[in-house]
């Protein structure tokens, strides 16, 4: 069984420049958790997505940044005209279910750096 | 609201000495809590977590963690550290019903 799969593992853009990061859930999982490191900080919460539905957004910037999880295919972590502070580790988690006791699965992230 | 301290930043063992990784944790109730290891360059892998059903809990690689109410603590020990044990090390609290929030990490280096 395959782990969380995240792609790009890195990424470099300019500023103004689109990122997309994906990722792909392990297998049977239908929960998709987004997260961004900066340097030398723990983990954010950035957004939670069950297949189709965003449910919690509370953790993204309300500005250039979106996410989605399609019924077919990975979830998209998306940021727009990329500024130099988006420069962070992006990861993703995956879990079966909702609740405070499940673990959530981690993949190996995506290392964004704008110059 | 759920909170975590964790309250080295860095810690430095030699090998085969005891690990203590300190974190307190600020919830209105017992929460579930877990430790997270960082390798460099790696995503995060789960050492233990804990449910309430039991105080004492153990996790991979010779890891264990003692949840205390009356403390409101949730430390992580090793009896004997690795070389391999080197990582960043997270305590982590779920926030309402499902996001994670961390701690700011405490960096475990092992010295031979």
């Known amino acids: 069984n395959a782990g969380v799969m995240q792609n790009p593992r890195h990424l470099v853009r300019r500023r103004g420049q689109e990122a997309r990061l994906r990722c792909s859930p392990m297998k049977g999982h239908s929960h998709v958790y987004w997260y961004r490191q900066l340097p030398e900080e723990g983990l954010k919460f950035m957004v939670y997505l069950q297949k189709e539905n965003i449910i919690d957004e509370s953790g993204m910037p309300k500005e250039r940044f979106s996410a989605e999880f399609p019924k077919e295919g990975p979830s998209i972590l998306r940021i727009q005209q990329v500024v130099r502070g988006d420069s962070a580790a992006y990861f993703c988690?995956?879990?079966?279910?909702?609740?405070?006791?499940?673990?959530?699965?981690f993949g190996p992230g995506t290392r964004l750096l704008v110059l | 609201a759920q909170s975590v301290t964790q309250l080295d930043s860095h810690v430095s063992v030699s090998e085969g000495t005891p690990v203590l990784l300190r974190c307190n944790y600020s919830s209105s109730y017992s929460p579930s809590l877990f430790w997270y290891v960082q390798h460099p360059n790696k995503g995060l892998q789960l050492l233990l977590k804990?449910?309430?059903?039991?105080?004492l809990v153990k996790g991979i690689n010779g890891f264990e963690a003692e949840f205390k109410k009356s403390e409101t603590s949730f430390h992580l020990t090793k009896p004997s550290a690795h070389m391999s044990d080197a990582a960043e090390y997270f305590c982590?609290?779920?926030?309402?019903?499902?996001?994670?929030?961390f701690g700011k990490g405490t960096r475990l280096s092992v010295i031979a």
């Open positions: 988690a995956s879990s079966p279910e909702r609740g405070t006791q499940e673990t959530q699965y």
């Open positions: 804990y449910t309430s059903a039991a105080t």
């Open positions: 982590v609290v779920p926030l309402g019903n499902t996001p994670l929030v």
